[in-house]
């Protein structure tokens, strides 16, 4: 997932400051001086009327002072952070062969593709300036699709497979691949004098403070393809070929961040979305025509608060609105404060809304302050709107002048998950995450809320995508398990999936596990139904698995009724593949 952009307007006069007489003095300077400016900088959009030779003096001068003043580094990785490295575009599609098992008849042909982060020119990026350090986070790479594609021989009965990967030609991937080295500067973690210089900078070079990173997620709507990520418009996608195609802003009728986890409502095939952005309108909904060419409704839901609300939910008639205490605030830059904070004392509410309601049409609880990236399923059940979620007591986001180490304080925050059998203790820990439902009883304004106890942290759920919004049985989440001997290290052993089945009649849900080798994790996975299927969990879930060992990329088709077992096929590919977020499956005949 990736964070919200930023526009705003500078009005500058130039006039030689005193030198301070150390750096803290200059940092202080620099912050007294700039606090004036902080409703201008985040109310207004840049609007510059100067002359196009004055212009490109103007950006040659703001590059040089750039180049100047700050010095980009790149971020070490440590040895089990290896495969966080980027890779290179292979250019074109090629064939696999390495093949163990076999790919069931019964499995559709299609495209499997899944999205992650793969920064430019050699990995992510610091800045070192007198002014402090400020660094890319690990969620700020340029995205990348990796698809794998299969294809049945009719004749012989034998089955193609190809590999293939590109980057998503954002607009502001084009700017730097035309300069050919790193221009944005990192704007999110680090010193808060050197991050504001960086929105400034950032903004008066590109008319932008941050990339668009189109790293998070692909989705399909009326048969086209987009990658996204909720800081920008989607890019549609020539799924066969991989080539961005433009951007999509819904015929002019969307023109601010896009949600990086639509929903396809029940019923009408309408795709609901939602917008966050850092000044009024802070939460903005939108629902698109089924056949992706109108807005058929929006509304500015009057959020007094920049929430970082990543997912939407819906049921068969009502939107779901997620607002937890994990915030975006550039004033809190001004005072030396983070950009983003969760704040664990701050409310948290859900909200139900009507398909085509407003703000006064939510119905609001209050729940416990938590933090929740990912829904898994939202239904309605007679006068209750059951929602399902992945929950933890705290948010792993970095934050700006963090002193502690991130892939540290993650992996001390999940000590609880080294033991099978310590699920209570897991319940405590801040960055465990675990299932939790919520039962809204929109009669009454009752609220249950139930964490549902597991073996291991889970997270990047899926389900069934013929259950979005209606009553499902099963969840398929991945799993990361630590142990206790390696969390000084920050090494994790252990990666897999877990099917979760929901009974309507028992407290507790039923959990299987398929994990994998020593040392191997998974991303992107997701739900393959089968053709002909009859019941929910007919099908596979696929995912991209990566070896920490050998070195070797994978992909694993494991059977859904037989969970446990070994994978029906593995799958070896000839390039490694870096961990990434969100994956889809777009069967053949939705392709074409």
């Known amino acids: 997932m990736a964070f919200c952009s930023y526009t705003f307007k500078v009005n500058c006069s130039f006039q030689r400051p005193s030198i301070p007489t150390n750096v803290e003095d200059l940092k202080g300077s620099i912050s007294s001086v700039l606090k004036p400016l902080s409703r201008e900088l985040v109310h207004f959009p840049i609007v510059v009327d100067i002359p196009k030779a004055v212009k490109e003096t103007s950006f040659k001068l703001l590059d040089a002072f750039v180049d100047f003043v700050f010095e980009f580094v790149d971020q070490p990785l440590l040895p089990s952070q290896s495969n966080f490295a980027p890779v290179e575009e292979i250019g074109e599609a090629v064939q696999v062969s390495t093949v163990q098992g076999n790919i069931p008849d019964d499995f559709p042909e299609g495209v499997y593709i899944r999205n992650g982060s793969n920064p430019l020119f050699g990995g992510l990026k610091s800045t070192k300036s007198i002014f402090g350090k400020s660094s890319h986070v690990w969620i700020e790479g340029e995205g990348m699709l990796h698809a ?45 004098p050197a991050i504001l210089l960086a929105y400034i ?49 819904v015929n002019g009728a969307w023109n601010r961040p896009f949600t990086s986890h639509p929903k396809k409502a029940p019923g009408t095939s309408e795709l609901v979305i ?10 903005e909904l939108g629902v698109i025509s089924a056949d992706g060419k109108k807005m058929v409704h929006k509304a500015d839901l009057k959020f007094n608060r920049c929430s970082l609300c990543h997912d939407i939910g819906v049921t068969e008639r009502y939107n779901v609105i997620m607002d937890f205490p994990l915030t975006i605030d550039m004033i809190r830059l001004f005072r030396g404060e983070s950009l983003i904070k969760y704040d664990k004392d701050g409310y948290a509410r859900i909200g139900v809304m009507p398909r085509y309601g407003d703000a006064n049409s939510i119905k609001w609880f209050d729940v416990q302050p938590c933090c929740v990236f990912h829904l898994i399923n939202c239904f309605e059940d007679n006068d209750e709107v059951v929602v399902r979620g992945c929950r933890a007591l705290e948010s792993v986001l970095p934050r700006p ?21 310590n699920n209570n203790a897991s319940l405590e820990e801040p960055f465990f995450y675990h299932v939790c439902e919520w039962t809204l009883n929109m009669r009454t304004g009752e609220v249950k809320e139930k964490n549902v106890t597991t073996k291991f942290s889970l997270e990047f759920p899926m389900i069934n995508e013929k259950f979005i919004g209606l009553r499902n049985k099963f969840g398929y989440l991945q799993v990361v398990d630590i142990e206790a001997s390696s969390i000084s290290e920050g090494l994790a052993k252990y990666g897999g999936l877990a099917k979760l089945h929901f009974r309507e ?72 593949v870096p961990y990434g977020f969100h994956g889809a499956f777009m069967p053949s005949d939705q392709a074409r």
């Not at 939602?274 to 939460?283: A, D, E, Q, S, T």
């Not at 040392?519 to 099908?539: H, L, N, P, R, Y």
């Open 401 to 421: 002048s963090s002193k502690v180490n991130k892939f540290e304080s993650f992996f001390e925050g999940s000590k609880a998950t080294s033991s099978i059998e």
């Open 274 to 283: 939602m917008g966050i952005y850092p000044r009024k309108p802070y939460f």
């Open 148 to 192: 794998i594609y299969f294809t049945r021989e009719t004749r012989r009965g034998t089955w193609n497979i190809f590999y293939n990967n590109k980057h998503v030609q954002t607009d502001t991937f084009k700017m730097e691949i035309h300069r050919k080295r790193p221009g944005f500067l990192p704007a999110i973690e680090g010193d808060s």
């Open 201 to 249: 900078l950032n903004g008066l070079r590109f008319g932008m403070v941050n990339k668009y990173l189109s790293n998070t997620n692909i989705f399909e709507h009326s048969k086209k393809y987009y990658s996204i990520a909720e800081n920008h418009l989607p890019q549609e996608i020539d799924i066969h070929s991989l080539e961005t195609l433009g951007n999509w802003n």
């Open 505 to 576: 009649d028992e407290e507790l849900i039923k959990a299987e596990y398929h994990m994998f080798p020593k040392g191997t994790f998974c991303s992107g996975a997701t739900f393959v139904q089968k053709i002909q299927s009859a019941d929910e969990d007919d099908g596979w879930v696929v995912t991209f698995t990566h070896n920490e060992s050998t070195n070797v990329s994978q992909v694993y088709v494991v059977d859904a009724k037989s969970f446990a077992k070994q994978p029906v096929a593995t799958i070896t590919l000839p390039s490694r």
